[in-house]
């Protein structure tokens, strides 16, 4: 394995979690019989550049043809996604003049709300039945994965872009430096870049490593992404520090040509990283002990649950509550099932540890006494959907980034 940012083979093993299969194949009761690939999930750290990696064993073909997720059930995702319209139109000054295009725009979730401000946009779409309900929704879409082919058919055919978003896919593209060109190949000549992305600086300080899976090829500092999008002459001009994803950044970039100096948020935070030891080795070292000891917490709770007699049911089925149940080994003996608000996976089984998936009315009707909620990054919103556990006695539980109790 080579650095997909620099090249570089100096690369640094940070955390193994072993072979698992890709997080979004969930299994139909047909499959349940038939042998289930896995894959080595390790996370590697670049000596040289810093960008976290693991290797592109599947690829975005494989994962994003059909996929499992659609953005817009979660409503706390559907809000952000509101407001960051707004305050980007007011910000760039965006009208019925402007173009917006965002990359791996999933369901509309987002655009949407572009749409019915009246400014001209487009979806950029790989799923094609993700992307047939962003249709549905009234929402210009593609289904094509961005590359260079289709990022020059797009400005040729639409118009160059004044605003591109990509959120939470700067991840999920193991041709780093062709995407990042495409990126620039859709943005006018003073156009914005916006992309969300998971901080780094959670991921390893918090130890978040259930964020680590298939689809993520690599995870970003400010300053790994900054270097990244400097080899398509963009610079970074602003980032926010957002509560979304468990704790991410959004980062704002220009051309070089237009762009100006950076400002005091990104100064602040690359001190942030600095401090934390992000931008040397050293700071990586402990994520393998934060993982390993969040698994022996964790099952030692189930366990303990169990031997009390007490019923076990998860809630969601998210990517990273697969790298979660597959690295602790936790299977329908601790945990009887899963629900999830998707219909899509309603009746499947969760990769590797085959936990079914029921609707959500299932907990009510069961009335379990312990609620594990396996996309703890949304502990506000589940605590208030899932406060009716309560009227029974039932205990809603986050495992992460430690294992505690929902709080109100």
């Known amino acids: 394995m080579r650095c997909r940012l620099c090249d ?28 289930e690939p896995t894959y080595p999930l390790h996370l590697r750290l670049c ?41 980007s139109i007011r910000r760039l000054g965006l009208g019925a003049h402007s173009r917006v295009v965002e990359v791996a725009s999933n369901d509309g979730y987002l655009l949407q709300h572009v749409a019915r401000a009246g400014i001209p946009c487009l979806g950029i779409e790989p799923s094609v039945n993700v992307g047939a309900a962003a249709r549905e929704r009234g929402v210009p879409t593609l289904s094509a994965f961005l590359d260079r082919t289709s990022a020059a058919a797009v400005r040729r055919d639409f118009g160059p872009a004044d605003l591109v978003v ?7 593209v193991p041709d780093l430096l062709g995407f990042t060109q495409s990126l620039r190949t859709l943005m006018a000549e003073t156009g914005w870049l916006s992309i969300e992305v998971h901080h780094a600086l959670n991921l390893v300080g918090l130890g978040q490593f259930d964020t680590v899976y298939h689809e993520h090829f690599q995870y970003y500092t400010v300053l790994s992404a900054a270097r990244a999008l400097a080899t398509a002459g963009l610079a970074v001009v602003d980032v926010e520090v957002l509560t979304t994803h468990g704790g991410s950044i959004r980062i ?12 005091s948020r990104v100064r602040d935070v690359l001190a942030a990283e600095e401090r934390a030891g992000l931008h040397g080795v050293d700071g990586y070292r402990h994520l393998a002990e934060q993982a390993r000891s969040a698994r022996h917490q964790l099952l030692h709770f189930l366990l303990d649950c169990r031997d009390e007699g007490r019923s076990v049911v998860g809630y969601g089925a998210p990517g990273k ?16 099932y899963t629900v ?12 590797g540890t085959r936990i079914p998936i029921l609707e959500p009315a299932q907990i009510a009707k069961d009335r379990p006494d312990v609620v594990l909620a396996l996309p703890w990054n ?25 294992l505690h109790p929902a709080v109100g």
Do not use: M
């Not at 051309?255 to 100096?261: F, L, Q, R, W, Y």
């Not at 999830?340 to 990769?351: A, I, L, M, S, V």
């Not at 949304?378 to 430690?402: M, S």
């Open 321 to 336: 509550g697969n790298t979660l149940l597959n690295y602790c080994g936790i299977r329908p003996d601790l945990l009887e």
């Open 47 to 87: 000596e040289d550049c810093l960008l976290l990696q693991i290797p592109a064993l599947i690829s975005p073909e494989d994962t994003f043809t059909e996929y499992a997720y659609f953005a817009s059930y979660s409503d706390s995702w559907v809000e952000h996604a509101r407001r960051f319209v707004e305050e």
């Open 378 to 402: 949304l502990e506000p919103e589940l605590t208030e959907q899932l406060g009716y556990i309560k009227e029974w006695g039932g205990e809603l539980v986050f495992p992460l980034p430690r």
């Open 166 to 172: 990509a959120n939470n896919v700067y991840a999920h």
């Open 252 to 263: 704002w970039a220009q051309p070089e040509s237009v762009a100006s100096s950076a400002s």
């Open 340 to 351: 999830d608000r998707n219909p899509y996976k309603h009746g499947r089984f969760t990769p």
């Open 8 to 35: 570089s083979d100096r690369l640094l093993s940070v955390l193994d979690l072993g072979a698992t299969p890709p997080c979004e194949r969930f299994l139909t009761a047909e499959q349940l019989d038939s042998p």
